[in-house]
């Protein structure tokens, strides 16, 4: 990407993997196998280290879930990777918190207490640990067009169902107009220093948010909407897993012939 080495942008990625998969059935959702190579934290990892433009890889663990084998040996692996791979060097383990917003936010204060250097060309990129199957081309695209409109970007994919507000007991209260409403995913991409005050913001009034661009709105700063895909589905249940997996197939396939052939 030609502006990273012009305006010497460094770019981050937290990925939040702190979670304890409660409305996963069948244990934590992110040492599930999605094919014969990866699980599916391994495989959401292993799309971001081969994104060229990410310098350094945060990944925020369970401290109190570290003793189990399953996420051990996802751990064992990456530090494996780490040893062996050039690209799996550029990751670095971390403390996550007890929530996505603390996790996040220990990712940069782990960042910013290990660097010395100025932030105001700092980048983050946070990407949740359960999307494993948008592959690291569609990533760069989107590193790439936030770099160029040079402000905080999502992806997100607009509402194509009708949408219906209800009550407690599931009655219909009103039928709401799908034209202005989108589904976010992740990646989330900011300047360093808008996601930290935000976030930190959060925190200390006690304000509780389920993803960083809503951390955002509470200071008031910008953020725009970038196309999402219909395949970046996020593993919340066991039928989002039984979804992802033929899907993994045919991405993972896609993008590694689009690699051939450029």
């Not at 460094?10 to 599930?32: E, T, Y």
């Not at 999307?131 to 989107?142: D, H, Q, Y």
């Not at 935000?198 to 955002?216: G, R």
Request: hydrophobic share 35%; glycine share 4%.
């Amino acid at each position: 990407m030609s502006e990273k080495s012009e305006n010497d942008i460094k770019i981050l990625c937290v990925i939040p993997a702190a979670g304890n998969s409660s409305r996963f059935k069948k244990g934590n959702k992110l040492f599930q196998n999605l094919n014969k190579r990866f699980n599916v934290l391994e495989a959401t990892i292993n799309n971001i280290v081969n994104v060229d433009t990410i310098d350094q890889v945060f990944i925020g663990y369970n401290a109190n879930e570290f003793k189990k084998s399953d996420y051990q040996n996802s751990i064992d692996n990456i530090l494996i990777n780490k040893e062996a791979t050039k690209k799996y060097k550029k990751i670095e383990l971390y403390e996550g918190g007890n929530s996505r917003q603390n996790t996040v936010f220990n990712g940069l204060n782990y960042f910013k207490k290990s660097n010395n250097k100025d932030i105001n060309d700092v980048w983050v990129i946070v990407h949740d640990a359960a999307r494993p199957i948008l592959g690291f081309n569609e990533i760069s695209k989107f590193i790439s067009n936030t770099i160029k409109l040079n402000k905080s970007c999502i992806m997100a994919i607009p509402v194509s169902e009708t949408i219906k507000k209800v009550n407690k007991k599931n009655e219909i209260i009103k039928t709401k107009s799908r034209s202005e409403a989108w589904l976010a995913q992740t990646p989330q991409m900011f300047k360093f220093d808008v996601l930290f005050d935000s976030l930190k913001y959060c925190i200390d009034n006690n304000i509780s948010v389920t993803d960083e661009s809503q951390a955002l709105e509470t200071l008031g700063f910008e953020c725009e909407v970038q196309q999402g895909k219909p395949y970046n589905i996020k593993i919340t249940t066991d039928i989002d897993l039984i979804h992802a997996k033929p899907m993994a197939r045919i991405y993972t396939f896609q993008e590694e012939k689009e690699n051939l052939d450029d």
